[in-house]
T-cell receptor
Framework: QQQVKQSPQSLIVQKGGISIINCAYE??????FPWYQQFPGKGPALLIA?????SEKKEGRFTISFNKSAKQFSLHIMDSQPGDSATYFC????????????FGTGTRLLVSP | GAGVSQSPSNKVTEKGKDVELRCDPI?????LYWYRQSLGQGLEFLIY????????KSGLPSDRFSAERTGGSVSTLTIQRTQQEDSAVYLC????????????FGPGTRLTVT
């Protein structure tokens, strides 16, 4: 069964610190790994995504690290800000058949001022 | 441009009643998805439409749930004989053809079954 496991469930980081969220997958039939950010009362929004042939991708303060052999990927938020407080979902896109996203269970991040 | 819109934003219904939730995707997006998000939980896939192909209904939790997409655009998710466990936020997303990892979500419909 295709699954994406995400940890931690919740995270509290001080302003200026580094937030790290981890995900692991079991099935190798994934070909894209996006991260989504969701603020309360809103739908999730695409934050950053990575292909499995790339080990790292950086966009501003957000970086995805990808370890294909370990089937793990993580989101790092550098210089975390109170405005980053949201729920973050990792996901993996199936590469064949109905191409859809399998989402992790989410991490609720709180950045304290 | 206009994003994905959903209506109603909130719906309160009595147990046993039928409800219809509407989604207007971004114009030109060929793929449309429905998800369910229970309080504090992740995103549960329900159904996926891609162009004129038969939909992927593998996520529908029971035969009380159905969805249709008319003219390749607007979609309606119908829940018959609602139960209290159906209470959740129902999210719709659309994506351009060939970019199904890049999904654009609507604000959701919060359904409460009393």
């Amino acid at each position: 069964q295709q699954q994406v496991k995400q940890s931690p469930q919740s995270l509290i980081v001080q302003k200026g610190g580094i937030s790290i969220i981890n995900c692991a997958y079991e099935n190798t039939a994934f070909d894209y790994f996006p991260w989504y950010q969701q603020f309360p009362g809103k739908g999730p929004a695409l934050l950053i995504a990575i292909r499995p042939d790339v080990s790292e991708k950086k966009e501003g303060r957000f970086t995805i690290s990808f370890n294909k052999s370990a089937k793990q990927f993580s989101l790092h938020i550098m210089d975390s800000q109170p405005g980053d407080s949201a729920t973050y979902f990792c996901a993996a896109k199936t590469e064949t058949g109905f191409q859809k996203l399998v989402f992790g269970t989410g991490t609720r991040l709180l950045v304290s001022p | 441009g206009a994003g994905v819109s959903q209506s109603p934003s909130n719906k309160v219904t009595e147990k046993g009643k039928d409800v219809e939730l509407r989604c207007d995707p971004i114009s030109g997006h060929t793929a449309l998805y429905w998800y369910r998000q229970s309080l504090g939980q992740g995103l549960e896939f329900l159904i996926y439409f891609q162009g004129n192909s038969a939909p992927d209904k593998s996520g529908l939790p029971s035969d009380r749930f159905s969805a249709e997409r008319t003219g390749g655009s607007v979609s309606t998710l119908t829940i018959q004989r609602t139960q209290q466990e159906d209470s959740a936020v129902y999210l719709c997303a659309s994506s351009p053809r060939g970019l199904s990892y890049e999904q654009y979500f609507g604000p959701g419909t919060r359904l409460t079954v009393t």
